[in-house]
């Protein structure tokens, strides 16, 4: 029987499942039981999804930023960052601005501030730094401008030597706002804004 006759009838006959045993296909008998040790290599073991690493929480002793989580909840993850004030304050701000990583975005980690932003240090006045916005085409406004200023005093606080922060934009002092929306040109520190650190009540 040439191939071209062959293939077709081969189809026919498999599509045909009643006649199996007629295409010489074998029908087998009673299931039988096959010892662990017969099992090809991995085939015995679950094949689900791996799942995702643990995020690390950042060490007591090492920078972090802060980072909107679910229910709008700032989360701190930790940096490297080497040098010291104000080199390393500047270096961390500077990854704020960058958002969060690809693995941070993986766990649903996001930013409040807008795209562009540059943050920079501008002076250390002892244990107060201040801190300049630039670059921002847009300023978020409501509850998102009060998480995007929480996030900037927490990350910059957490520089043990800095315990404050005073904000300007583009070198021109301005009134920030507080949790509970009121402005002040007062220097802000990460008790003002511990709040955004737990989940609304409902």
Known sequence: MSRAVLLPALVACLLAGAALAGCGVPTGGAPATIA???VPYGLASPTG???SPAPTPPRADQPQVFLVGADDVLVPRGRDVEGTLPDDLTALLAGL???PTAAEREEGLSTALPPGVVLSVTDVAGATATVDLGGAAEVPSGRESRAAVA???LTATSVPEV???RLTADG???EAPLPS???TSEPLTAADYAGFRTAPPD
């Open 97 to 99: 601005a960058e958002g």
């Open 163 to 165: 315990t404050a922060v």
């Open 36 to 38: 662990p040790s017969d």
């Open 181 to 183: 929306g009121e402005l």
């Open 49 to 51: 999804p791996s799942p």
């Open 151 to 153: 996030q900037i005093v």
């Open 172 to 174: 021109a002092p301005v």
